[in-house]
Structure formats: C-alpha cells, structure tokens
C-alpha cells in the first residue's frame, strides 16, 4: 500500500469514526462505513434498520451539515486533501436522478414555450448536476446568476 493510499485509508477511517460519534451522540442507531475511491474522495455511508430521515433533513440539509462537520475534522487532521461526501439510503445517487429527470423536463418546456426557466434554492453541487445533465442540450443552455443564498440557476432557450 503506498503512502497515498495509507494516508486515505487513516483519513477515511477519521472521518467515520467522527460520523459515528456524531450520530451516537444524537441518539441514532445506525452503523457507518467508509470507503475511498480512486481519486481520493472519502464516502461515508449511514445505513440502518430504521428511518434515516432524521439524518437525511429536508432537501438533504442535516446531511450537508454532518458532511460539513466531518470535513473540518478530516482537514484539520489530515490536511485539506480529502474530499468528504456523507450520504445515507442513497440520497444523493435518487436526488441527483430527481434533478436530472427535472432538468430535462423543464428543458422541454423552455424548449416548447421559449420562456426562461428559473430553479431557485438550490445547492451549488445541485446546481451542478443541472449544468452537467443539459450542458450539450441543442435547444437550451443553463448559467447561474446571483450570490448566496439568492444565486438560481437559469435554463434559457438558444438562439
């Protein structure tokens, strides 16, 4: 194993270690594992007998948060090289689905009506997904505009 490897492998277990912890605390029964993937993102998955909604949030907020808290902790420890994703009853794989499915609909109807199509509230990784799912649409580009909290996402009609 190299030393990349073991440095990953050391940060991927910090990184569950502190999730369990976490949600220990909170009174959640569940278990969390732990992977890295080639490029070095650590992958945190809760799973559990019982609901995990409580640990999912609305729109996947209390996720966010837990994924944000066991950053901190990775980069302060191991430095800022690894990337933390927390994900739990595949949330972010059905979401990112959810929003793909949407962005093309609304692609349609931006396409059918030649109207801008404004997605507010959305995170910047689901803003992402969005920009990625119609970036070779032929009939509508997207961008964002804004800051913050108010920054959408725009799908426009081409020219």
Same mark, same amino acid.
């Given at each position: 194993?190299?030393?990349?490897?073991?440095?990953?492998?050391?940060?991927?277990?910090?990184?569950?270690?502190?999730?369990?912890?976490?949600?220990?605390?909170m009174g959640i029964e569940c278990t969390v594992s732990a992977?890295?993937?080639?490029?070095g993102q650590i992958t945190l998955d809760v799973s559990s007998?019982?609901?995990?909604?409580?640990?999912?949030?609305?729109?996947?907020?209390?996720?966010?948060?837990?994924? !944000? @808290?066991? #950053?901190?902790?990775?980069?302060? /420890?191991?430095?800022? =090289?690894?990337?933390?994703?927390?994900?739990?009853?595949? $949330?972010?794989?059905?979401?990112?689905?959810?929003?793909?499915?949407?962005?093309?609909?609304?692609?349609?109807?931006?396409?059918?009506?030649?109207?801008?199509? !404004? @997605?507010? #509230?959305?995170?910047?990784?689901? /803003?992402?997904?969005? =920009?990625?799912?119609?970036?070779?649409?032929?009939?509508? $580009?997207?961008?964002?505009?804004?800051?913050?909290?108010?920054?959408?996402?725009v799908i426009s009609p081409r020219d």
């Amino acid at each position: 194993m190299s030393d990349i490897e073991t440095s990953a492998s050391t940060a991927a277990e910090t990184a569950r270690e502190a999730l369990q912890g976490i949600l220990d605390r909170m009174g959640i029964e569940c278990t969390v594992s732990a992977h890295v993937d080639g490029e070095g993102q650590i992958t945190l998955d809760v799973s559990s007998d019982s609901d995990l909604g409580t640990v999912i949030g609305r729109d996947g907020d209390t996720l966010n948060a837990l994924q !944000l @808290l066991v #950053s901190v902790i990775v980069s302060r /420890r191991h430095g800022p =090289h690894s990337r933390v994703v927390v994900d739990a009853e595949n $949330y972010r794989a059905r979401r990112a689905e959810s929003l793909q499915a949407r962005a093309i609909e609304l692609a349609q109807r931006v396409k059918a009506t030649g109207r801008e199509a !404004l @997605l507010e #509230s959305l995170h910047a990784y689901e /803003r992402r997904i969005i =920009h990625l799912t119609l970036a070779d649409h032929p009939d509508v $580009y997207t961008y964002s505009e804004g800051e913050g909290d108010a920054r959408v996402l725009v799908i426009s009609p081409r020219d």
